[in-house]
T-cell receptor, first 115, second 115 residues
Framework: AQSVAQPEDQVNVAEGNPLTVKCTYS??????LFWYVQYPNRGLQFLLK??????LVKGSYGFEAEFNKSQTSFHLKKPSALVSDSALYFC?????????????FGTGTRLKVLA | KAGVTQTPRYLIKTRGQQVTLSCSPI?????VSWYQQTPGQGLQFLFE???????NKGNFPGRFSGRQFSNSRSEMNVSTLELGDSALYLC??????????????FGEGSWLTVV
């Protein structure tokens, strides 16, 4: 079965420092991976996705993610964190194996950027 | 281009009542999916509609139902509400059904509180 894991419930980082939000996946076949961000009392906003090609994917708001097939990881990164990046981040995988193509989301990681 | 629009944003219902939530997808998007978000269960897939037909369904009881209209707008209904149905209900739209790289875009959600 397809699944994603976000091992950290919360990540704290100082403003200006680089940030990493971790995601690992388990899929049969090629992975289709996504990152979304949710600000308080809002819906989810699409950040970036990996389908194929370059292992480093660039997305919105200066975020990027590194796909690592050998470690089955898709970590979200940003070189310099902003206080406004504080939010809930979700990693997701597209469920190809069942033929439904539904999204399977991780449990979310709360990012707190400290001024 | 307008995003996904969900109404109402907030509502309070009593146990045993029913509720209908509405979703207007991004113009041109024909697939609409629904998710339930709760602190305990995270994001759970409810169902997906395309061309007025339910194409995929998650593991929710029959009290949860939906439909899609010819203009791609969708509604979901929950009957005989229970306290545990209190959640943020998120609608997402995409251009087409399936397609591994197909990105879904979320609305702001409808906050349902059952008392």
């Amino acid at each position: 079965a397809q699944s994603v894991a976000q091992p950290e419930d919360q990540v704290n980082v100082a403003e200006g420092n680089p940030l990493t939000v971790k995601c690992t996946y388990s899929v049969s076949g090629n992975p289709y991976l996504f990152w979304y961000v949710q600000y308080p009392n809002r819906g989810l906003q699409f950040l970036l996705k990996y389908i194929t090609g370059d292992n480093l994917v660039k997305g919105s708001y200066g975020f990027e993610a590194e796909f690592n097939k050998s470690q089955t990881s898709f970590h979200l990164k940003k070189p310099s964190a902003l206080v406004s990046d504080s939010a809930l981040y979700f990693c997701a995988v597209r469920d190809i194996s069942s033929g439904t193509y539904k999204y399977i989301f991780g449990t979310g990681t709360r990012l707190k950027v400290l001024a | 281009k307008a995003g996904v629009t969900q109404t109402p944003r907030y509502l309070i219902k009593t146990r045993g009542q029913q509720v209908t939530l509405s979703c207007s997808p991004i113009s041109g998007h024909r697939s609409v999916s629904w998710y339930q978000q709760t602190p305990g269960q995270g994001l759970q897939f409810l169902f997906e509609y395309f061309s007025e037909t339910q194409r995929n369904k998650g593991n929710f009881p029959g009290r949860f139902s939906g439909r899609q209209f010819s203009n791609s707008r969708s509604e979901m209904n929950v009957s005989t509400l229970e306290l545990g149905d209190s959640a943020l209900y998120l609608c997402a739209s995409s251009l087409a059904l399936g397609g591994a790289g197909n990105t879904i875009y979320f609305g702001e959600g409808s906050w349902l509180t059952v008392v």
